[in-house]
């Protein structure tokens, strides 16, 4: 007796910035628009009686977005049961990439670019031909994905509009001329059952907008809080209203690279994107301190007196007046570094809390006065790593955690949790572990830095190590955690 083969559901991303454009996207890695995110958190409620034991994605961000959009809001799938390959991306358009296709279609006629976006092989300078999509998409699918199917496992394909097309060609045995007649839209999900082969048997077809499957998100949220970083790669209305969702609970603005102009609107979208969700977002603002910038990353300059520099005094002022929550002191030596960032503070008229980065020798000398007079402390352990034997950072850390809870004051781990994931979807399993371990060890926050400010899945970012939080909570007994 054969085995029943699990479901499989195909959806296509949502809509990406250069759909909204009409352009042809094709390798190009760009995100989705605001109405992209909307639709792919509703094409997770469409299918959320269905137990997914697996999710295959493209590399592509506008397909993972997609991805992380449904299975946050769902809420029913691990991290380690997503598989990202290449042989799932979209269509290379060669020549035609970035090219608006109703200017396209002006010049060569509309029967002629229908072939071109349709046709089972029309040629593409320096590109692909649905056929050539085809050639990859399938194998992969009979290779990688079937098998898991046959186990009697449930399978989620979020991939692009030809890849989705040509393996709808196969499943459902479509000839070559009929291929142009196949559509996958943005807010449709199909949902196979299939024989032994992979060949269609049935095929359901639910859409958005339909109340049956409308729900409303009850998902679990860590106690230990996320801060994330924000930057160019996450300063997008629509990346931080998804950041927020799938588990920011910190915004951090770095000041060294920031103007005061862009801080304010960076501050305002923050407060728009909490309004919106109903929630309270703290916002950390990080002093660049005497920080000295060189071409092979940065230092500080050692002979400075104190941590404030004047530039840091009128930072303080503008965070004062636009009502950031936290100021993180940078390349703090002692306690008298704390007590004259609160004394400034208290000139301006505020009432700031503040956090002591911990990252130079001669704050570890000084780290129980330094708890002392601060509402919170940072391991900083990336310029930490610069000043005392890299061995010894994880005792380090273990000690200032141990002192942080005796004191009560909030204690956050920082600096290249989860760094492989500024370039790629998933962490190691190194950093995996750091995090996890990080939280079992007493963390109070956990924070992401370069991963949400400069890459490439700012919202995947904090919805791993939301999960690993959670995760690493369920093991902890009499946990206490410090607010912030």
Same mark, same amino acid.
């Given at each position: 007796?054969?085995?029943?083969? &699990? ?60 991805? $992380? ?24 358009? &060669? ?20 072939? /071109? ?31 898991? /199917?046959?186990?009697? +496992? ?17 499943? !459902? ?30 095929? +359901? ?47 951090? /603005? ?29 916002? /950390? ?24 520099? !004047? ?50 020798? +001669? ?24 000043? $005392?034997?890299?061995? !010894? ?17 909030? $204690? ?29 060890? &007493? ?18 970012? $904090? ?22």
């Amino acid at each position: 007796m054969q085995n029943k083969i &699990g479901k499989l559901i195909i959806v296509r991303h949502g809509e990406s910035e250069w759909n909204k454009a009409d352009l042809f996207t094709g390798k190009k890695d760009v995100h989705l628009t605001g109405e992209g995110f909307k639709i792919s958190e509703s094409l997770g409620s469409l299918i959320k009686e269905i137990k997914i034991n697996r999710v295959f994605t493209s590399m592509q961000a506008r397909s993972i977005e997609t991805e $992380v959009c449904m299975m946050s809001g769902m809420g029913n799938c691990g991290t380690e049961n997503i598989c990202y390959s290449s042989a799932l991306n979209e269509r290379d358009y &060669g020549d035609y990439t970035g090219v608006n296709k109703l200017d396209e279609e002006k010049k060569i006629g509309k029967e002629e670019m229908g072939a /071109l976006r349709r046709a089972w092989d029309y040629p593409i300078s320096n590109g692909e031909t649905l056929k050539m999509v085809y050639e990859r998409a399938v194998p992969f699918f009979k290779q990688e994905i079937l098998p898991v /199917l046959k186990t009697g +496992e449930n399978v989620l394909v979020v991939s692009h509009g030809n890849t989705i097309r040509s393996l709808i060609k196969y499943i !459902e045995k479509i000839s070559d001329q009929d291929i142009e007649k196949i559509e996958m839209p943005f807010n449709e999900v199909f949902i196979y059952e299939l024989d032994q082969d992979g060949h269609m048997l049935n095929k +359901e077809i639910r859409k958005v907008g339909d109340e049956k499957y409308r729900i409303q998100s009850s998902r679990l949220r860590s106690f230990v809080q996320i801060i994330a970083t924000i930057g160019p790669a996450s300063d997008k209305p629509e990346i931080l209203d998804e950041m927020l969702k799938a588990g920011m609970d910190i915004a951090r /603005l770095n000041f060294f690279w920031l103007g005061l102009e862009e801080s304010k609107k960076r501050i305002k979208m923050i407060r728009d994107m909490a309004r919106k969700n109903n929630t309270n977002v703290l916002i /950390l603002a990080d002093l660049p301190g005497p920080r000295v910038q060189d071409k092979d990353g940065h230092t500080y300059n050692s002979n400075a007196s104190k941590a404030l520099t !004047e530039k840091d005094r009128e930072l303080i002022k503008f965070g004062v007046e636009n009502g950031i929550d936290y100021i993180s002191v940078s390349f703090v030596g002692n306690s008298e570094d704390i007590i004259d960032c609160r004394n400034e503070i208290k000139k301006c008229g505020g009432q700031q809390k503040i956090i002591a980065k911990i990252e130079r020798a +001669e704050a570890l000398k000084n780290i129980d006065e330094i708890i002392e007079v601060s509402d919170a402390i940072m391991i900083a352990r990336g310029d930490l790593g610069n000043e $005392v034997p890299l061995e !010894e950072i994880p005792f380090i850390q273990d000690d200032i955690i141990k002192k942080c809870k005796k004191a009560g004051k909030p $204690v956050i781990t920082a600096t290249q949790m989860l760094y492989s994931m500024k370039d790629s979807p998933s962490p190691t399993r190194a950093e995996a572990t750091d995090v996890v371990n990080a939280v079992l060890e &007493g963390s109070d926050a956990i924070m992401l830095s370069e991963e949400t400010s400069i890459g490439k899945y700012p919202i995947r970012a $904090v919805y791993i190590m939301e999960h690993l939080a959670i995760e690493a909570e369920g093991h902890l007994q009499n946990s206490k955690f410090n607010p912030f």
